[in-house]
């Protein structure tokens, strides 16, 4: 992977543990904790497709950067 290809994987997981941290701050402050601990079990789903993703655009770019 190149140096840019990192850079973007890099900004892209740090945009979604912000987003999704933000949410988990709104989520304890202003609800409650079922709905808390809903949201948290739909995160690891949600965290095991995002890294999927992820890790099918890290290998598209290698295999596109290795031509």
Do not use: M, P
């Amino acid at each position: 992977l190149s140096t840019s290809g990192w850079k973007k994987l890099t900004y892209l997981w740090t945009l979604f543990f912000l987003v999704t941290a933000g949410i988990n701050e709104y989520i304890r402050r202003y609800d409650t904790f079922r709905t808390w601990l809903h949201y948290k079990e739909w995160l690891v789903l949600v965290t095991i497709i995002f890294g999927l993703c992820t890790f099918v655009y890290a290998y598209i770019t290698s295999q596109h950067h290795k031509k």
